[in-house]
């Protein structure tokens, strides 16, 4: 699966999650910071992104504050980028 692929289907999601329209969203926004986005809400959007992408490996509670912005998550789902620490 592709980085651009993961990206559409995050903003989609964060979107509809979030209510901020999908064209405001730019992937280096931290997802705490600039949307406001909870532990909960985080676990819900790479719920999703795992229903979507089976293939991801899960992340762990731990990781999953590692991925800060919405292209940590776009390289983690799409295995581009570095993974999390453990």
């Known amino acids: 699966m592709g980085a651009d692929a993961v990206r559409t289907v995050l903003l989609e999601v964060v979107a509809a999650k979030t209510g901020y329209p999908a064209d405001m969203l730019d992937p280096s926004m931290d997802i705490e ?20 992408f ?18 940590d998550i776009v390289g983690f789902v799409a295995g581009d980028g570095p993974a999390p620490p453990a």
Not at 34 to 52: A, F, N, P, T
Not at 55 to 70: A, C, H, I, M, Y
């Open 54 to 71: 089976p293939d991801v490996k899960s992340v762990g509670p731990e990781q999953l504050g590692e991925l800060r912005t919405l292209d």
């Open 33 to 52: 910071a600039d949307l406001g986005i909870d532990s909960i809400k985080r676990v819900e959007v790479l719920g999703v992104l795992q229903e979507r």
